[in-house]
C-alpha cells in the first residue's frame, strides 16, 4: 500500500473526517464556480460548496485544539465571515443588486482560502514535500501560492463578469 494511503487510513477519525468534508467542499466549490463562468447557478453544487466548506471551518474549531491560536484559526475566522457573506448575499437577498457580485466574489474568495489550506498543508504533511529544505520550502510555497491566487483572481473576474442573478431564479 503507497505511504500517502497507508498514513491517510491511519488518521484519527475527526481528522479524517474534516478532511473529507474539505475536500467535498474543495470539489463542490469548484463545480460551483465553474457553473458562475458558464453563467449557471447550479444551486445544489453551491448548497452543498457553502454547507461543507462552513462545515470544513467549523470542524477545525470543533475537532482540533484552539491553544495556542495559530494561522489556521485566523483563516477559519475569516472564512467562516466570509461564507456567513455569501449565504446572505445568495439565499437571504437573493442575488438582488450588488449582493450577486458580493456573493460571487465572497465565494471565490471561501474556495481560494479553502483550497489555501490545502495547499498549506499539503507542504507540512505530503512526504515529497514536507522534506524540502526551509528555504526552498518557504519559496516554493510563495510561488505556488501566487500562481494559484492569480488563478482565483481569473476565476473571480470570469465569475462576476459572466453571471447575471435573472439565471439564478
Known amino acids: 500500500m503507497p505511504v500517502m494511503i497507508h498514513a491517510f487510513l491511519h488518521l484519527p477519525p475527526l481528522t479524517l473526517a474534516h478532511i473529507l468534508i474539505s475536500l467535498l467542499g474543495i470539489g463542490s466549490g469548484f ?47 475569516l472564512s467562516l465571515a466570509i461564507l456567513a457573506v455569501a449565504i446572505f448575499a445568495r439565499y437571504v437577498r437573493g442575488l438582488a443588486g450588488a449582493w450577486c457580485q458580493t456573493y460571487v466574489i465572497s465565494a471565490v474568495l471561501a474556495q481560494y482560502l479553502n483550497f489555501f489550506v490545502l495547499v498549506v498543508q499539503s507542504f507540512q504533511h505530503v512526504p515529497g514535500l514536507k522534506t524540502l529544505p526551509p528555504a526552498q520550502l518557504h519559496s516554493t510555497l510563495v510561488i505556488v501560492h501566487g500562481v494559484f491566487l492569480a488563478f482565483f483572481i481569473m476565476l473571480a473576474v470570469f465569475a462576476v463578469t459572466r453571471f447575471r442573478p435573472g439565471r439564478a431564479a
Open 31 to 77: 463545480a460551483a464556480l465553474f457553473g458562475l463562468i458558464e453563467g449557471k447557478p447550479f444551486p445544489r453544487w453551491t448548497a452543498v460548496f457553502l454547507s461543507t466548506t462552513m462545515a470544513t471551518s467549523a470542524t477545525g474549531f470543533i475537532f482540533f485544539p484552539l491553544h495556542p491560536f495559530t494561522p489556521a484559526h485566523g483563516v477559519g475566522i
